[in-house]
């Protein structure tokens, strides 16, 4: 069974027992999380699209919280002579889904 959830903005595809990376979310390593804004179930060949969202929740456990690589922002005025290099590191909560409920 698949499916796709709004964590905190971000569509993510997710099974069971999966590892992902979501926004960083409160909460400890070791935490149990509930989300229910499930978008869509994939379910043997069996497609629910919600509208806009299912009935059900998804439960996962925080396993770390951490920081993804440097993601670098030029900016540049032509023929100005002015340029500029910005960076920063996306903070990420990294969570294992532990169980998939859906509600009929």
Not at 3 to 16: H, L, P
Not at 66 to 82: A, P, Q, S, T
Not at 88 to 98: A, C, L, S
Request: proline share 3%.
């Amino acid at each position: 069974m698949s499916v796709i959830v709004d964590f905190a903005g971000s569509q993510i595809k997710v099974d069971k027992n999966s590892i992902v990376n979501i926004p960083l979310q409160k909460g400890e390593p070791g935490d149990i999380i509930e989300f229910d804004k499930i978008l869509l179930i994939d379910e043997n060949d069996d497609v629910k699209v919600g509208n806009p969202y299912l009935n059900g929740s998804i439960k996962a456990k925080i396993i770390e919280h951490g920081r993804d690589e440097k993601i670098l922002v030029f900016h540049k005025k032509r023929r100005k002579g002015y340029r500029k290099l910005n960076g920063h590191r996306q903070k990420y909560t990294q969570v294992e889904i532990t169980e998939i409920i859906i509600n009929n």
